[in-house]
């Protein structure tokens, strides 16, 4: 069937180029649709508040292994990240619908697992479980979140409206979740070769947390909102700050400049990633998972935040064509690559 057509593997596109591919033919045909492919989370249009929604798929084998995650973890974690897209777009989730696909080398009980999590992270974030789909599967665990969350327009931030000179903030701290599966990775390689060693995980538990058990920054909307900031744009940390920096800039057909010295990295990040040979800049950049807010404010908008401690502010908008760059600790110029994680090139 595609035999005059060539063949061309997905991986040579990559994640974004298979979507944009895919989908670039599509208009929009309703006004209501105000924001379709593009950001975190849709935009559509509907009485005094937007709705948003954002749908993420999680696959066995590609997004998580059951050998080191546990199952009410990973129920936990689907609403957490997808939840993270409704705060990136400065809105507040209050539904979600959750699909699953399981096998039968399940029993409920572990069904029921995966639902305890999801319960914990509704009741944790105010989430009302709304509906979804249930199928078997022949070839692993699947599970599908879809969330929908509001926001006033005024509110809302689009991936695409930095503007030369704003500050770029991020909140929390990064590479966490990478090295913390680094050390999960690594018991489990222990673990196959003597199954009879148990897993040291001693003195890990805030990066072990960090990849098990993110949580969306909900806490930030709120807070942005008490000070009065509406950032110019923002998306959530899933591929790397890298990778999500350039996004914004890309859309906002902007450059910026990052300082490595100003990269928030918890010291259990930095010594676990040297003990592991790991460069911690790199994992800041390039690790992914650690679902914070990356964002950008106008300059007048800095006192507001430069007192609160859970914030940072890592660099600047430049002009377009100066680039995507990151200044190091011994002040050399390096060029940013989004070498963020891609589900085509494993
Ligand atoms: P995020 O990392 O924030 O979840 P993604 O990188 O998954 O965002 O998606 C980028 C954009 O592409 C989003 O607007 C998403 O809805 C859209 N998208 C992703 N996959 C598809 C698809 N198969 N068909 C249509 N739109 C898609
Ligand atoms: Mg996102």
Known sequence: MFENKGRTELGELGEFGLIEHLTNNFKIRHETSVKGIGDDAAVLHSGDKEILISTDLLLEG?????????????????VQVNLSDIYAMNGVAAQITVSIGVSSKFPLEAVEEIYKGIELACNKFNIDLI???????????????????????????????????????????????????????????????????????????????????????RDIVDLLAQMKIVPTAMIDISDGLASDIMHICKQSEKGCTLYEDKFPIDPMTYETARELGLDPTVCA??????????????????????????????GHITDKASGCKMISKSSVVHELKAQGWNAFKL
């Open 62 to 78: 590609i997004h998580f292994d059951l050998a080191y995650v546990p199952l009410m973890h990973l129920g936990y974690k689907a």
């Open 131 to 217: 509906g979804g789909d249930t199928s078997s599967s022949k070839q692993g665990l699947v599970l599908s979140v879809t969330s929908i969350g509001y926001a006033a327009k005024e509110d809302i931030c689009y991936r695409n409206g930095a503007n030369e000179g704003d500050l770029i903030c991020v909140s929390g701290d990064l590479g966490g979740a990478y090295v913390g599966l680094q050390i999960l990775e690594r018991e489990k390689q222990i673990f196959l070769e003597n199954p009879n060693i148990q897993p040291d995980l001693e003195g890990k538990d805030y990066i072990i947390e960090r990849q098990l058990k993110p949580e969306g920054r």
């Open 285 to 314: 950049l390039n690790g992914g998972e650690d679902y914070e807010l990356l964002f950008t404010i106008k300059q007048e908008d800095y006192t507001k935040l430069k007192h609160d401690v859970d914030i940072t502010v890592i």
